[in-house]
T-cell receptor, first 116, second 112 residues
Framework: AQSVAQPEDQVNVAEGNPLTVKCTYS??????LFWYVQYPNRGLQFLLK??????LVKGSYGFEAEFNKSQTSFHLKKPSALVSDSALYFC??????????????FGIGTKLQVIP | EAQVTQNPRYLITVTGKKLTVTCSQN?????MSWYRQDPGLGLRQIYY???????DKGDVPEGYKVSRKEKRNFPLILESPSPNQTSLYFC???????????FGPGTRLTVT
C-alpha cells in the first residue's frame, strides 16, 4: 500500500529565512509526487510535481522540491520565506494499485507559520 | 474558466437523511475523486473514477456511494448520514496520472 508521511505538524520560520517542509513516501513502481497548498477557508492549489527527470523541481511562488529516490523523500523548499507563505501544505503520491487504477494518497499536512 | 464546482458549499442535516453533493468539472478530465478533510488526518480519498462508469474505492469508502454516468459529473451520495461523516469534502479532477489535480472549493457538511 502506498503512503505519505509528513513528520512535522507545524513548521515555524522567520520571514526571509529558508524553509523546508518534509515529506517521505512509499509507493510501488515509479512515484508521481505532488505538493499542494491550502490557504485558510480555501481549496487546495497545486504547487509543483515530480514525474521524472531532474531531481530538483521548481514550482509556483518560488517554491521548489528535491526528489531523493534513495531516501524516498520529496522535501519542499523555499530560499526566503514570506509571511504570505503561511498556510497548510500537503504532500501527495499518485500510483497504480494492483487493478491498474490510479490512487492518490495525501499526507496529513504541515502548517507553515512565517513569523514577521 | 477551467474549474471544479461543488454544491452545496455548506450543509447541515440530520442523521439518516439521504443527501447528495454534486461535483462538476469543465475541463474534460477523465479522472475525478472525492476526499474528506479532517483535523489531524489530512485528506483521505473516499472514491475515485478513472472514466465514465469506472469507479473504485479509496481509503475511506464506508457510508458513501458514487456514480459516474457522465464525464463531467461525479456526485457523492450519503444514503444514511451519520455524525462521523461531519467533515469538509473536496472534489477534484485531473487528466492523467502525471497531472495535477484541480480541486473544488469544498463542501462543509455537518450531520447532527
Amino acid at each position: 500500500a502506498q503512503s505519505v508521511a509528513q513528520p512535522e505538524d507545524q513548521v515555524n520560520v522567520a520571514e526571509g529565512n529558508p524553509l523546508t517542509v518534509k515529506c517521505t513516501y512509499s509507493v510501488s513502481g515509479n512515484p508521481y509526487l505532488f505538493w499542494y497548498v491550502q490557504y485558510p477557508n480555501r481549496g487546495l492549489q497545486f504547487l509543483l510535481k515530480y514525474i521524472t527527470g531532474d531531481n530538483l523541481v521548481k514550482g509556483s511562488y518560488g517554491f521548489e522540491a528535491e526528489f531523493n529516490k534513495s531516501q524516498t523523500s520529496f522535501h519542499l523548499k523555499k530560499p526566503s520565506a514570506l509571511v504570505s507563505d503561511s498556510a497548510l501544505y500537503f504532500c501527495a503520491v499518485r500510483g497504480l494499485n494492483s487493478g491498474g487504477y490510479q490512487k492518490v494518497t495525501f499526507g496529513i499536512g504541515t502548517k507553515l507559520q512565517v513569523i514577521p | 474558466e477551467a474549474q471544479v464546482t461543488q454544491n452545496p458549499r455548506y450543509l447541515i442535516t440530520v442523521t439518516g437523511k439521504k443527501l447528495t453533493v454534486t461535483c462538476s468539472q469543465n475541463m474534460n478530465h477523465e479522472y475525478m475523486s472525492w476526499y474528506r478533510q479532517d483535523p489531524g488526518l489530512g485528506l483521505r480519498q473516499i472514491y475515485y473514477s478513472m472514466n465514465v462508469e469506472v469507479t473504485d474505492k479509496g481509503d475511506v469508502p464506508e457510508g458513501y456511494k458514487v456514480s459516474r454516468k457522465e464525464k463531467r459529473n461525479f456526485p457523492l451520495i450519503l444514503e444514511s448520514p451519520s455524525p462521523n461523516q461531519t467533515s469538509l469534502y473536496f472534489c477534484a479532477s485531473s487528466s492523467g496520472l502525471a497531472s495535477q489535480q484541480y480541486f473544488g472549493p469544498g463542501t462543509r457538511l455537518t450531520v447532527t
